[in-house]
């Protein structure tokens, strides 16, 4: 295993090297999310601590840390899914293409069709497949029977679920496996044509199969979503992300190249997370 | 500070590449006791002893393909276990050039010496001071002296090439029928020259280890 230095990754990219983090197209450069300043407290609880971060667009960012660090809550920050909780507070900016996240006018409806999210454990509603991802269309007032079956397909087709399910798309979605009920959720997401997906921990209660179908599906989204993940599975972060963020008792500790976090940390902290020395 | 299982198994690891150096700086001095000496039984031994070695090899390789798939190492743990794999096959590489020195104290037994080993005795201290440095900065996480290692090669070309010019210039040129006697230990110069590359190569994955810097054939990056 060699690791190119920050010299030589020019000459090897301009001979069509390509690594997670190079050889991808030029949107990568184009910044997606970017977080300035951002505290974020549960009542006196100061849970995030001045985070500053970009996320460029097309990218998968993994947040890594140990239980109670604050990934989660940040996960929830990007579609103000923190607000269903009673007294909360947050300072600093959030914005996403440009547009703050927090501004007054700005519909949380519509962040949320534009910011999609899975959680980890499997949710579906109690309805059949079809119309589990039928249902954000149908909510946000789409009648077109035609136009909503072609979204469904492509949904599920996105999801990698298609091949498995298009015969059974009227059966209750219960009666799909547990890895199945996630991709479906995540077709359910892709239903509304977002356009970054939040992940949390999408695959913690998945076998390694369905495990494995997930991270491929993330490597497949990513060329079209900007993926945010979190994982306490530091083997599945480094798999699937092209950037990695170290977050630790609410503060952003590290946040680099996914091969630069777990290859050559710059912080002690963040090898002996990173290595389990502890956690 | 969490205690690891991990940590015993990279003691382990650790204590099985000093046994296989151990065992290979032990055949080079035998190797180069034998030229000088031409001492046909001990090359001999050097000979059959390469394949305790090669063993050594095969089960560090194996410790280490079972750490990678059991533990996924990360960080400092993924450098030094990808260091001690290389270290490994270099340790491997040189009790080879071992054995070719060894063949080649065979092939000049009983006939005497072309000439005076004592530029070659230079260049097999050399060889030997370079193979311990780089093990022991393997040892002490000792960027200096990984980065001295690394140095020193320039020296070892220069007398493996002096040696060779005065094989071919003051023998071979002069006197056809030295030639046979000649050519042994121009290859031995050759080989005791690769065993200082090998070392320089440990150092290189050294270096790599403490600073996950990869300076291999970009020593100007030093």
Same mark, same amino acid.
């Given at each position: 295993?060699?690791?190119?230095?920050?010299?030589?990754?020019?000459?090897?990219?301009?001979?069509?090297?390509?690594?997670?983090?190079?050889?991808?197209?030029?949107?990568?450069?184009?910044?997606?999310?970017?977080?300035?300043?951002?505290?974020? =407290?549960?009542?006196?609880?100061?849970?995030?601590?001045?985070?500053?971060?970009?996320?460029?667009?097309?990218?998968?960012?993994?947040?890594?840390?140990?239980?109670?660090?604050?990934?989660?809550? =940040? @996960?929830?920050?990007?579609?103000?899914?923190?607000?269903?909780?009673?007294?909360?507070?947050?300072?600093?900016?959030?914005?996403?293409?440009?547009?703050?996240? =927090?501004?007054?006018? @700005?519909?949380?409806?519509?962040?949320?069709?534009?910011?999609?999210?899975?959680?980890?454990?499997?949710?579906?509603?109690?309805?059949?497949?079809?119309?589990?991802?039928?249902?954000?269309?149908?909510?946000?007032?789409?009648?077109?029977?035609?136009?909503?079956?072609?979204?469904?397909?492509?949904?599920?087709?996105?999801?990698?679920?298609?091949?498995?399910?298009?015969?059974?798309?009227?059966?209750?979605?219960?009666?799909?496996?547990?890895?199945?009920?996630?991709?479906?959720?995540?077709?359910?997401?892709?239903?509304?044509?977002?356009?970054?997906?939040?992940?949390?921990?999408?695959?913690?209660?998945?076998?390694?199969?369905?495990?494995?179908?997930?991270?491929?599906?993330?490597?497949?989204?990513?060329?079209?979503?900007?993926?945010?993940?979190?994982?306490?599975?530091?083997?599945?972060?480094?798999?699937?992300?092209?950037?990695?963020?170290?977050?630790?008792?609410?503060?952003?500790?590290?946040?680099?190249?996914?091969?630069?976090? =777990?290859?050559?940390?710059?912080?002690?902290?963040?090898?002996?997370?990173?290595?389990?020395?502890?956690? | 500070?969490?205690?690891?299982?991990?940590?015993?198994?990279?003691?382990?690891l650790n204590i099985n590449i000093l046994k296989m150096a151990a065992m290979v700086e032990e055949a080079i001095h035998r190797s180069v006791e034998a030229l000088r000496k031409?001492d046909?039984?001990e090359a001999l031994s050097v000979i059959k002893n390469d394949q305790k070695i090669d063993d050594m090899e095969v089960a560090i390789?194996?410790?280490?393909?079972?750490?990678?798939?059991?533990?996924?190492?990360?960080?400092?743990?993924?450098?030094?276990?990808?260091t001690g794999m290389h270290i490994n096959t270099e340790l491997e590489r040189i009790a080879d050039l071992t054995v070719n020195i060894s063949q080649r104290v065979?092939?000049?037994?009983?006939?005497?010496?072309?000439?005076?080993?004592?530029?070659i005795d230079k260049l097999a201290n050399q060889a030997k001071v370079m193979v311990k440095n780089s093990i022991d900065s393997f040892v002490n996480?000792d960027?200096?002296l990984a980065?001295e290692v690394i140095?020193s090669d320039?020296e070892s070309?220069?007398l493996?090439?002096?040696?060779?010019?005065?094989?071919?210039?003051?023998?071979?040129?002069?006197?056809?029928?030295?030639?046979?006697?000649?050519?042994?230990?121009?290859?031995v110069a050759?080989d005791l020259e690769r065993i200082c590359d090998h070392a320089a190569s440990i150092a290189e994955d050294v270096?790599?280890?403490?600073?996950?810097?990869?300076?291999?054939?970009?020593?100007?990056?030093?």
């Amino acid at each position: 295993m060699t690791i190119a230095t920050e010299k030589n990754k020019v000459q090897l990219k301009s001979i069509g090297f390509s690594d997670r983090a190079y050889g991808r197209s030029v949107e990568e450069n184009k910044i997606k999310i970017v977080v300035e300043d951002f505290n974020f =407290f549960y009542g006196k609880t100061h849970a995030l601590k001045n985070i500053n971060m970009k996320i460029r667009s097309n990218a998968v960012v993994g947040i890594i840390g140990p239980s109670g660090c604050g990934k989660s809550t =940040f @996960l929830r920050c990007f579609n103000r899914m923190n607000d269903t909780i009673n007294n909360i507070r947050y300072q600093g900016d959030i914005s996403v293409d440009g547009n703050n996240i =927090f501004d007054k006018d @700005l519909d949380v409806v519509d962040l949320r069709r534009n910011v999609g999210m899975v959680f980890q454990k499997s949710n579906p509603f109690p309805k059949s497949i079809f119309e589990n991802v039928a249902y954000g269309l149908k909510i946000n007032g789409i009648n077109d029977k035609d136009f909503i079956q072609e979204r469904v397909e492509k949904s599920l087709k996105d999801a990698a679920l298609w091949s498995e399910i298009k015969d059974r798309l009227n059966e209750s979605a219960f009666s799909l496996s547990g890895g199945q009920q996630q991709r479906l959720c995540i077709a359910r997401a892709l239903a509304v044509e977002p356009e970054i997906l939040l992940l949390d921990e999408p695959a913690s209660a998945l076998d390694p199969i369905a495990t494995g179908k997930i991270e491929e599906l993330i490597h497949e989204l990513k060329k079209k979503y900007t993926i945010v993940i979190v994982t306490h599975n530091m083997q599945q972060a480094a798999r699937v992300s092209d950037y990695t963020a170290f977050f630790m008792l609410g503060e952003l500790v590290e946040y680099d190249f996914t091969n630069k976090i =777990f290859t050559n940390p710059l912080k002690k902290i963040t090898e002996d997370y990173v290595t389990g020395r502890f956690g | 500070m969490m205690k690891r299982y991990l940590d015993d198994e990279l003691k382990q690891l650790n204590i099985n590449i000093l046994k296989m150096a151990a065992m290979v700086e032990e055949a080079i001095h035998r190797s180069v006791e034998a030229l000088r000496k031409q001492d046909k039984k001990e090359a001999l031994s050097v000979i059959k002893n390469d394949q305790k070695i090669d063993d050594m090899e095969v089960a560090i390789e194996e410790e280490v393909i079972d750490l990678f798939a059991l533990f996924q190492p990360l960080a400092c743990d993924l450098r030094f276990i990808t260091t001690g794999m290389h270290i490994n096959t270099e340790l491997e590489r040189i009790a080879d050039l071992t054995v070719n020195i060894s063949q080649r104290v065979l092939d000049l037994a009983d006939q005497p010496l072309v000439k005076p080993v004592n530029d070659i005795d230079k260049l097999a201290n050399q060889a030997k001071v370079m193979v311990k440095n780089s093990i022991d900065s393997f040892v002490n996480r000792d960027q200096e002296l990984a980065k001295e290692v690394i140095f020193s090669d320039k020296e070892s070309n220069r007398l493996r090439t002096s040696i060779i010019r005065e094989l071919i210039d003051d023998y071979m040129m002069k006197d056809s029928s030295s030639i046979p006697k000649a050519v042994p230990l121009l290859l031995v110069a050759r080989d005791l020259e690769r065993i200082c590359d090998h070392a320089a190569s440990i150092a290189e994955d050294v270096i790599y280890m403490i600073q996950a810097k990869v300076i291999k054939h970009h020593r100007e990056l030093l």
